[in-house]
């Protein structure tokens, strides 16, 4: 018998850091993780590139523009998130153009700028892990998460 293929989700996250602070969200009415806090993230669309995504969901969620040559690719993360397979990439800028605003007033209680360091309190997991990884491994930029 052949093996099932899996499906995956891919979604992409911004570590927006200004003077060693990164720009996080606390999540509401998301049915998921909420009270607490993200980066900047969203799916990728069908269709979709992830840098297209990235740049799309900071315009959409705060927004900013964010462009191509201010971006760096710092983590890709396997995750495995209860049996839900995700790839996850993140982005890091130290730029934006633009005045941040709470977009996404239904699912961001607030947003808030905090130190860039490890671990980053009320934050979730799986982001966490990613700064570690970053912050710690810089040179590694493939993370695994949730997997026995």
């Not at 990164?22 to 799916?43: M, P, W």
């Not at 983590?75 to 605003?101: C, D, P």
Request: aromatic share 14%; net charge negative.
């Amino acid at each position: 018998m052949e093996p099932k293929k899996f499906e995956i989700r891919c979604a992409v996250h911004l570590f927006l850091i200004v003077d060693n602070k990164v720009l996080i969200e606390k999540r509401c009415n998301r049915d998921y993780c909420d009270g607490q806090y993200d980066v900047i993230a969203s799916h990728i669309l069908g269709g979709e590139d992830a840098i297209t995504a990235i740049i799309r969901t900071a315009k959409t969620e705060v927004n900013i523009e964010i462009r191509l040559e201010d971006l760096e690719i710092v983590q890709v993360m396997h995750q495995n998130s209860e049996g839900v397979e995700y790839i996850n990439y993140f982005f890091r800028s130290n730029k934006y153009y633009g005045e941040i605003n709470n977009n996404e007033l239904e699912f961001c209680e607030k947003l808030e700028w905090v130190d860039f360091k490890y671990p980053i309190e009320n934050i979730m997991e799986y982001i966490n892990i990613a700064i570690k990884n970053y912050i710690e491994n810089s040179h590694n930029k493939f993370t695994f998460y949730g997997w026995n």
